[in-house]
C-alpha cells in the first residue's frame, strides 16, 4: 500500500463518483477503477459498493476513509514540517551548559537566536563538561557552552572561543579578606577549598594545579561538588572559598564576595563547541547568534 492508493481512494469518498475523481486527479478513469480494486484485494475487504450507481461507501469504507484521511493529513503535516527544519525555521536544538561560566552570554545567545528562529524548540541541558563532551560525541547534543577542553577531548570536535573571564576566589562575607580590593594567590594555600568533583570537572582541577604550580603542590579540595548551586550554598555557609570565573557573581548575587586573585591569573577561556563536519541549518544559525551575543575578537576556529 502507498500513499496515493490512500489519495485515490479519498479522492473517490469525496466526490462519490469514478469520473469526477480521475479528472480531479487527472488520470484517466480505467487506471483508477483498479487502483481501487488493488487496495480493496490488500485489504481484504470491498470499500466501495461495486456496480452502485451513485458511488457509495460500505460500512468497512466509511471507517477506513476517515482513517486515510488522517493519514494523509498527517503526511503532508511531516512533508510540510521537514521542509521549515530544512531552511532551519523549525525543529529543535539540544543544547549542553556551564551556569557559572555561561550566565552572562547564554541570555543574550537565546534571545538573538529566538530572533532568528522563532519557531525551534533549544532544550537547555545544565551538564558538567565532561557530560556536555559525551554528548556532543554520541550525538545528543547539538552544541556546548563550556569551558575550553583538553587535548584529549578534541579528536572530533570545533571549539569556537566567545569570551574570557578572569579567575577569581569567592569568599562567604564574613571571610577576613571579603572586602579586600585583592587576595593573594599564596594566601589561598592557608585557605580550606572547595571546588567541583573531579570526575566531572577535570579541567577544573587542571586550572589549579597550573595555578598553584609556582608555589608547590597544590593545596587538597576539602570539599568536592557536582554542580554550582550546592558550591555556592557551602561558601555561603563558611565552610571555605572556591575559586571561580568572574561571571561567577551573577550567580552568587550578594550572597558571596567575588575577589580578584593577585598576581593575576591566565583568565578562563569560554567557548561553543560542536561536532566537526556538516552542521544543519539550526546549529549554524545558533553559532552566528553565539558569536553576535558576545563583543570579542574574531573567534579562531581550530579543527580537533
Known sequence: MELRH????????????????????????????????????????DLIEHGAKPVRLTEAGKIFFTEAQAVLNRAAEAIKAARVVAKGGGGEIHVGYAPSLTVE??????????????????????????????????????????????????????????????????????????????IEIRQLLRERLI?????????????????????????PIAEEHDGVASLITSVEAGRGLA??????????????RIVPLSPAPS???????????????VQNRFIEAAKLGVETKPAVKSRR
Do not use: W
Open 105 to 182: 552570554l547564554l541570555p543574550k545567545i537565546l534571545r538573538l537566536f529566538q530572533e532568528q528562529a522563532p519557531q525551534v524548540q533549544v532544550r537547555l541541558h545544565d551538564l558538567s563538561s565532561e557530560e556536555m563532551l559525551k554528548g556532543l560525541g554520541n550525538g545528543k547534543l547539538d552544541v556546548a557552552l563550556m569551558i575550553r577542553f583538553g587535548a584529549k577531548s578534541r579528536k572530533g570536535l570545533v571549539f569556537e572561543e566567545l569570551q574570557r573571564y578572569a579567575l577569581c576566589a569567592a569568599l562567604p562575607l564574613t571571610h577576613p579578606q571579603a572586602m579586600a580590593k585583592k
Open 195 to 219: 571546588g567541583y568533583t573531579r570526575q566531572d570537572y577535570p579541567e577544573y582541577h587542571q586550572m589549579l594545579d597550573q595555578l598553584f604550580a609556582p608555589y608547590g603542590p597544590t593545596p
Open 243 to 256: 575559586l571561580a570565573p568572574q561571571s561567577f557573581a551573577c550567580l552568587a548575587g550578594p550572597r558571596l
Open 6 to 45: 490512500l489519495r485515490y481512494f479519498v479522492a473517490v469518498a469525496e466526490e462519490l463518483n469514478i469520473t469526477r475523481a480521475a479528472a480531479r486527479l487527472h488520470v484517466s478513469q480505467p487506471p483508477l477503477s483498479r487502483q481501487i480494486r488493488d487496495l480493496e484485494c490488500e485489504l481484504g475487504v
Open 267 to 281: 583568565k578562563l577561556v569560554v567557548g561553543i563547541a560542536y561536532r566537526a563536519g556538516k552542521l544543519t541549518t
